[in-house]
């Protein structure tokens, strides 16, 4: 080694890999690349073309091993980075993102007598077609009074391992027998690069019901299913690994993809938003990090442990050691904008657009930033994608109040901007009320670019709010713990220090502003509890009717072929 040692940090999101090359000693990064996944989100098909019903999201995991073969190789290139100066890998990944493999790791999607078999493949963070199961999680764990479920706000969400897994066994009693292992994507990706499992502990944590070192007992498994009573000690139980430990070596095969040389680091795997806090350098208590995407996820650390209604989940360590991480989160952010531009927009805001060379949303918000606040008369209820936190519903739907024939495109687009505002600030209250004061935001995330967007959250929170100085946050805390899996640093506050990132109050509330949106959030709060908290219960109604429409209509599909 002739230079400054560097790290790869590789970021697994919901459409695209992101490689990262970074120099250990002041977290520079010297270059990067993206590699899209080629079949992208199965929502509605599988690549046989196979119908899906609603509310399933899939992947086919052949595309993350290309995110290993083109994107790191890329990022090295444009780094000008010299292989032997690597001495760590780090990844992290959506979650709860699900493998069902073999023994030795195999997809059963790449087995011939499961090719076509939806449940064989990666259930994706947003596959949510397992709300039954988690609805009868919920009820038995509070009938019981299982000590575990306050530690996820009192309800165990229908994106998490055991509902999944659940839904497998009583959908596809053939997958789950084939199943020897129920793996997370963050850990499936790490077996890929080492050629050994280790599970690590943060997901196990937030997204494996494991909390003061036990999972839920066989007697609650057998209760839900007599034969899924199991299922912890013969589908997902696995030695752990903490964060920031090595996994293992970089074997010949994944050094042949990457183009990195065998036997360096490669760290225990880890999840998008909790690599990003110390990337963001918010390793202290009161620091919230929003790391926005198509989805939002909030995570910060606290000195005591407390009972958040809502919240996803909080585990001793789970983000640094010594300090508990607590996790919550929106379904739906970026994916609500994307949604309404594609679905939405009249094709005269196309055309304007690309006469000015910019996209669409750059166009809507140009003209929303123009408005007063409250000028749109609307209200709107961001839960297209579900309800994460703090209701954990993924039942619920989207709602747009006030639009009258006068509302524009860029109305819609500012209501909803704001409404997942809304629903931040319903997390912020929720922790804040549960004794764990959020003292600081600070925005990670692609969706940092909008000034209007971020100047929207402060108001509505009232919060100052810092931005992470890293285009590739998760990425550059993947790579950070690489650098500690390498003996670079002794963990990973330290490695925090010298690595990470942030620029402190970019956007400061206005107090005016604060007090208008302050009006606004009290009718958001009206509508999130009357449609949200069982007042009205068409939400739920609808989706029935539909997801029964759907089936039918699948049905008759197959009975004319």
């Known amino acids: ?301 606290g000195a005591e442990l407390r009972d958040v209604p809502g919240m996803c989940g909080v585990v001793d360590g789970g983000i640094v050691p010594g300090l508990w991480g607590y996790e919550a989160g929106q379904s739906g952010v970026g994916d609500i904008f994307g949604w309404f531009v594609d679905h939405g927009v009249p094709p005269e805001y196309h055309e304007r657009a690309r006469e000015r060379g910019i996209s669409v949303h750059e166009l809507l918000t140009e003209l929303a930033a123009g408005q007063e606040i409250g000028e749109h008369g609307l209200i709107a209820l961001d839960w297209h994608s579900g309800n994460r936190s703090v209701l954990v519903d993924h039942e619920l739907s989207g709602v747009v109040v006030g639009q009258t024939l006068a509302t524009r495109a860029e109305d819609t687009y500012r209501a909803l901007l704001e409404a997942t505002a809304y629903g931040t600030r319903m997390i912020i209250d929720a922790f804040t009320d549960a004794g764990v004061p959020v003292t600081e935001l600070v925005i990670a995330g692609g969706l940092v670019k909008n000034a209007l967007l971020m100047q929207i959250y402060a108001d509505v929170t009232n919060l100052p709010l810092s931005v992470i100085d890293s285009e590739q946050g998760p990425a550059l805390g993947s790579a950070m713990h690489a650098a500690v899996a390498a003996g670079a640093f002794p963990d990973i506050v330290d490695a925090a220090a010298a690595m990470g990132k942030v620029r402190r109050a970019v956007h400061e509330p206005i107090p005016a502003n604060v007090e208008a949106y302050e009006r606004l959030f009290v009718e958001y709060q009206e509508l999130h509890d009357y449609f949200g908290r069982g007042v009205n219960e068409v939400m739920h109604r609808l989706k029935v009717m539909r997801r029964d429409a759907v089936e039918r209509k699948a049905a008759e599909g197959e009975a004319a072929r």
């Not at 790290?7 to 090359?21: C, I, M, N, Q």
Request: net charge negative; with cysteine; glycine share 8%.
């Open 1 to 301: 080694m002739t230079n400054d040692p560097l790290v790869v940090g590789v970021d697994f999101g919901t459409l695209s890999g992101r490689a990262v090359v970074v120099r250990v000693r002041d977290g520079a990064e010297l270059g990067s690349a993206v590699h899209d996944y080629a079949h992208g989100v199965l929502d509605r098909a599988l690549p046989s073309g196979r119908a899906l019903p609603p509310d399933w999201a899939l992947q086919v995991p052949s595309d993350y091993v290309d995110v290993l073969r083109h994107a790191v190789p890329a990022a090295l290139k444009a780094a000008g980075a010299d292989p032997a100066d690597v001495i760590g890998i780090g990844t992290d990944f959506t979650a709860c993102t699900m493998v069902p493999t073999t023994s030795d790791g195999t997809p059963l999607n790449e087995l011939p007598e499961f090719a076509d078999h939806p449940h064989a493949y990666v259930k994706l963070w947003k596959h949510h077609a397992a709300q039954p199961q988690a609805d009868r999680i919920n009820h038995l764990a509070e009938l019981r009074g299982e000590p575990w479920l306050p530690r996820y706000g009192g309800l165990i969400s229908s994106e998490w391992e055991f509902a999944k897994g659940l839904q497998v066994l009583e959908e596809a009693p053939e997958v789950y027998a084939a199943m020897a292992h129920w793996v997370e994507a963050a850990d499936w990706i790490v077996w890929q690069l080492t050629g050994t499992y280790v599970r690590n502990e943060c997901t196990a944590g937030y997204k494996g019901i494991r909390q003061d070192g036990a999972y839920p007992s066989p007697e609650f498994l057998k209760a839900l299913n007599p034969d899924f009573e199991r299922f912890v000690a013969d589908k997902l139980d696995h030695p752990l690994g903490a964060l920031g430990d090595r996994a293992g070596s970089l074997t010949a095969q994944a050094a042949e993809w990457t183009g990195l040389r065998e036997g360096i680091a490669v760290a225990v795997g880890n999840v998008d938003a909790h690599v990003t806090a110390p990337a963001a350098k918010a390793v202290e208590p009161g620091v919230m990090v929003a790391i926005m995407g198509t989805s939002t996820c909030h995570v910060m650390n």
